[in-house]
């Protein structure tokens, strides 16, 4: 069983509601959660790789699951930037297949 640690919701978001890992733009929680369940799946994977490059992985796991992060990898990839190799061995772990990039 793997125990998570995720941020406390009043240290998530600053004062104007803005998740810690978007410091450089302007949007709340609930825009970047809509931005997550967009239809188009390059905006998706966008917005996932944001979290999965900047955000604590506990915090990502709160936001999206192994499921949705293993179908959009092949997508998200290449904006996870340095934190690519932790990911792939994370889903690898959790028992899907990664193609490599």
Do not use: N
């Amino acid at each position: 069983m793997v125990r998570r640690a995720p941020t406390p919701p009043e240290l998530f978001v600053d004062g104007r509601g803005r998740p810690y890992f978007l410091w450089d733009v302007e949007m709340t929680l609930e825009s970047y959660r809509e931005h997550l369940r967009s239809d188009d799946p390059a905006e998706r994977a966008y917005w996932l790789a944001r979290a999965l490059r900047d955000a604590k992985p506990d915090d990502v796991l709160e936001l999206v699951s192994w499921e949705e992060i293993a179908a959009a990898w092949p997508t998200a990839a290449p904006y996870v930037g340095d934190k690519r190799p932790f990911w792939r061995w994370w889903l690898e772990r959790m028992g899907y297949e990664v193609q490599a990039e």
